[in-house]
């Protein structure tokens, strides 16, 4: 079992930044993959960022240079530095943590509660 707590969303004007961060109950050097996904009203949950234990990072296109997705091990919490805002970064931000198997088969996923992250324009 994981618990995820979220925080570090809220409302930011167009081009400012927001830090998400998401602690974990556990230890999470053993989670092979730590991720945040969003939801915007109306759309289907999407991919953000992920990276793995051993520190490789997977970004949405889109987000490239913008996001930069970390993981303190020492502190068992993942965050997510989000640069350059848009009205379209409008969302839920979700944390996730994903137990896989050696080939890389999802076994078991776990979420957070999200995190509203609004951008002005």
């Known amino acids: 079992q994981v618990q995820l707590v979220e925080s570090g969303g809220g409302l930011v004007q167009a081009g400012g930044s927001l830090r998400l961060s998401c602690a974990a109950s556990r230890s999470i050097s053993s989670i092979n993959v730590m991720g945040w996904y969003r939801q915007a009203p109306g759309k289907q949950r999407e991919l953000v960022a992920t990276?793995?234990?051993?520190?490789?990072?997977n970004y949405a296109d889109s987000l490239k240079g913008r996001f930069t997705i970390s993981r303190d091990n020492a502190k068992n919490t993942v965050n997510l530095q989000m640069n350059s805002l848009k009205p379209e970064d409008t969302a839920v931000y979700y944390c996730n943590a994903r137990f896989t198997s050696v080939t890389g088969r999802t076994i078991r996923d776990y979420w957070g509660q999200g995190t509203q992250v609004t951008v002005s324009s």
């Open positions: 990276i793995t234990n051993g520190g490789s990072t």
